[in-house]
């Protein structure tokens, strides 16, 4: 038999999905990695490269390989690459040749985890194509040996993984900030038809501008420890972007990330190596005034849309940059709403396209179903409130109905002058009340250094994994001190985004009906204290 999927063909990754008993999923390449990079080319023997090995030898051999070419679609812009680095030979490639390798890969890819041949495919593309980019596309996918059995905008097949078939006429926001491109949508969803309104975007801005910002940040750090410039050649910067991308990653779930690079230079006859801790506020510091830009873009797709952002139903965050959380704070804070989560942002577009295709070849598809935590994870911890400093209360770091894996940070102070002792106490429930809740276990942290009341800060990390198994690390900041604990039965359940979306809902109006403080609304600017244990 041979199957259909759908296909995410990105400007910076690209992804395959198939609907199995209904249900969608991301296939994994023979590395276990979901993501395929969208780079090509040619190794120093000439064998042909896609995705991740490719990437790798990007900064070293650019004559060789080829990224981004998605911006090129529907051009006649050759792309010159190196085939045989012994004849010298080179040879003129055009985007859509280029694109039909990653395709070729991504249908080998899906052939290998079926174990059946793939011949049919649905893959997407940005809303704001041209036909000229939209045919190319189809050529590419035809070139790789696939029936194009439609081409779907990535914002419509986004909302299809949300499972937004509502039969009342919905309007939903789409922001996808990827590696290299930021394009915002607003489409207007009724039942199984989904009209793009309006769409607006940067395709030269994403995650790399962030990596790139970081990148001359690690590198004036350098300067500053050591008196001399990190050095210019190819290898050295591609090390440092790569340190740079690592660090940014890392910030998404931790409040601090370390770099480490050995030999990253020399003074005379001494190595030289970068050693620094980069926090999230330094991060956010550098891409502010980016994610500033796509705040202006969203107004004015707003206003071709001829919506205000109150008229809204639901914002949808696409792509992996948006799992940075300084992007889902400033779209929360400028549309009024938070945007709905449930999916993995880098994989929705692949897995809306894959349950189009499913509906196409008449398969029986329901909605995606999500792992989720049923209880919120956290400690109990003093906060200060409007109210005064109190103690006990249930400072939650990973919220109910998160979408499992999920790692979460949250950092605290101590309480009292000289402190020399705190207690982690972890708990699971939703009441504000720390000891209201289950308790799953607790840990003292000892041997603090003395200092004013505030002056020592501990870093809780919770680290939630699709088993269920939440491990706990804490680090004090001051000498690196570290303790964990390891929970095995915190549990998962699974929910459809349809009944994930119920919960949430109800979840809001229990909120609404308490009279108590709501923490979490405020949680960005309450101070957070651990007081001395009993
Ligand atoms: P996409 O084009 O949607 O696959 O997104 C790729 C971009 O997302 C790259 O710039 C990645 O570095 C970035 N990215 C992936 N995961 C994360 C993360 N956890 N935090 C921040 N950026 C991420």
Not at 48 to 69: C, F, H, N, W
Not at 105 to 129: D, H, N
Not at 158 to 166: G, K, M, N, Q, T
Not at 298 to 312: K, M, N
Request: charged fraction near 25%.
């Amino acid at each position: 038999m041979s199957r259909t999927v759908g296909i995410d063909l990105g400007t910076t990754n690209s992804e395959v999905a198939v609907v199995e008993n209904g249900q969608a999923r991301v296939l994994p390449g023979e590395d276990g990695d979901l993501i395929l990079p969208s780079c090509v080319g040619f190794s120093d023997t000439g064998k042909l490269l896609v995705g991740r090995e490719a990437l790798r030898q990007y900064a070293a051999a650019p004559d060789r390989t080829v990224r981004s070419i998605k911006r090129w679609m529907g051009t006649d812009h050759k792309t010159t690459l190196r085939v045989d680095t012994a004849s010298d030979e080179s040879r003129d490639y055009l985007p859509h040749e280029i694109s039909a390798m990653i395709l070729r890969a991504l249908k080998q890819r899906a052939e290998t985890a079926l174990g059946e041949t793939v011949t049919q495919a649905v893959i997407t593309v940005p809303a704001y194509f041209t036909d000229a980019q939209r045919q190319a596309t189809k050529t590419a996918g035809e070139i790789a040996g696939l029936e194009v059995l439609q081409i779907i905008n990535e914002p419509t097949a986004a909302a299809l993984a949300y499972d937004v078939r509502s039969e009342e006429t919905e309007q939903v926001l789409v922001y996808d900030l990827g590696g290299g491109t930021f394009d915002v949508s607003v489409v207007e969803i009724t039942g199984e038809v989904t009209e793009v309104l309006s769409s607006h975007g940067n395709n030269q801005l994403g995650g790399d501008d962030f990596d790139r910002r970081l990148q001359l940040h690690l590198a004036e750090r350098f300067r500053q420890t050591h008196g001399v410039d990190v050095p210019d050649d190819l290898a050295t910067q591609a090390r440092l972007l790569r340190a740079a991308e690592q660090v940014k990653v890392t910030l998404s779930a931790h409040a601090f990330a370390p770099v480490r690079e050995a030999f990253l230079g020399s003074k005379g006859k001494t190595a030289l190596h970068l050693e620094a801790e980069i926090s999230r506020s330094d991060f956010e510091d550098l891409i502010r005034p980016l994610l500033e830009e796509t705040l202006e873009a969203i107004d004015r797709a707003l206003t071709d849309a001829d919506l205000d952002a109150e008229d809204l139903d639901r914002i949808i965050l696409v792509g992996g940059s948006t799992r940075i959380p300084l992007v889902q704070q400033m779209v929360e804070e400028h549309l009024g709403q938070p945007p709905v989560d449930g999916v993995q942002p880098d994989l929705c577009v692949a897995l809306g396209a894959a349950l189009q295709a499913g509906v196409l070849v008449g398969e029986d598809v329901e909605a995606i179903l999500v792992d989720v935590i049923p209880h919120s994870l956290g400690i109990s911890a003093a906060v200060d409130t409007p109210m005064g400093i109190m103690p006990g209360f249930f400072s939650v770091i990973i919220p109910r109905n998160s979408v499992v894996p999920i790692s979460r940070s949250e950092v605290y102070s101590t309480l009292s002058p000289n402190q020399s002792a705190v207690e982690i106490e972890i708990f699971q429930g939703e009441n504000q009340i720390a000891e209201e809740n289950v308790p799953l276990g607790s840990y003292k942290i000892e041997k603090l250094p003395p200092g004013p009341a505030g002056s020592i800060q501990i870093e809780v990390h919770f680290d939630f994994d699709l088993n269920g198994i939440l491990t706990v690390t804490t680090t004090e900041k001051g000498k690196g001190q570290q303790g964990t604990l390891v929970v095995n039965n915190a549990g998962i359940q699974r929910l459809s985004s349809h009944e994930l979306k119920q919960a949430r809902a109800d979840l809001d109006a229990l909120f609404e009906a308490d009279e108590t403080i709501d923490v979490s609304s405020v949680s960005t600017t309450l101070k957070r204290f651990l007081s001395t244990p009993n």
